[in-house]
């Protein structure tokens, strides 16, 4: 069971009740499941946000020339910005059951 869960992301105990059910036939309460997770050394907690990897250089050399644009606009001149992606994909952190020395589930 305990590898289960260290494999398995579960934003709530509900979705652990039901799994143990399934698989042992047992049943807890909401109380009864949140002492034994936190028996098993697990913990409900926000894990550390990790941005994708990003190229450092070509980071420098954006801002080098964004810096270089803004000192050539006119004062009528506006800079507008465009991404396809959505802003928030893959950048909110939400709380989960995770082991306790783990950063991230």
């Given at each position: 069971?305990e590898?289960h869960l260290?494999?398995?992301?579960?934003?709530?105990?509900?979705?652990?009740?039901?799994?143990?059910?399934?698989?042992?036939?047992?049943?807890?309460s909401?109380?009864?499941?949140?002492?034994?997770?936190?028996?098993?050394?697990?913990?409900?907690k926000?894990?550390?946000?990790t941005?994708?990897?990003?190229?450092?250089?070509?980071?420098e050399?954006f801002?080098?020339?964004?810096e270089?644009?803004?000192?050539n606009?006119?004062?009528?001149?506006?800079?507008?910005f465009?991404?396809?992606?959505?802003?928030?994909?893959n950048?909110?952190?939400?709380y989960s059951w995770?082991?306790k020395?783990?950063?991230?589930?």
């Amino acid at each position: 069971m305990e590898q289960h869960l260290e494999n398995t992301t579960y934003l709530d105990s509900k979705g652990i009740i039901v799994w143990i059910f399934e698989q042992f036939i047992i049943t807890y309460s909401p109380s009864g499941i949140t002492s034994l997770l936190n028996r098993l050394g697990f913990v409900y907690k926000k894990p550390v946000l990790t941005l994708c990897k990003v190229d450092v250089k070509k980071q420098e050399e954006f801002v080098e020339k964004y810096e270089l644009l803004k000192q050539n606009l006119a004062a009528k001149d506006q800079i507008y910005f465009v991404d396809g992606v959505h802003p928030h994909y893959n950048a909110i952190a939400t709380y989960s059951w995770i082991k306790k020395e783990k950063q991230n589930s």
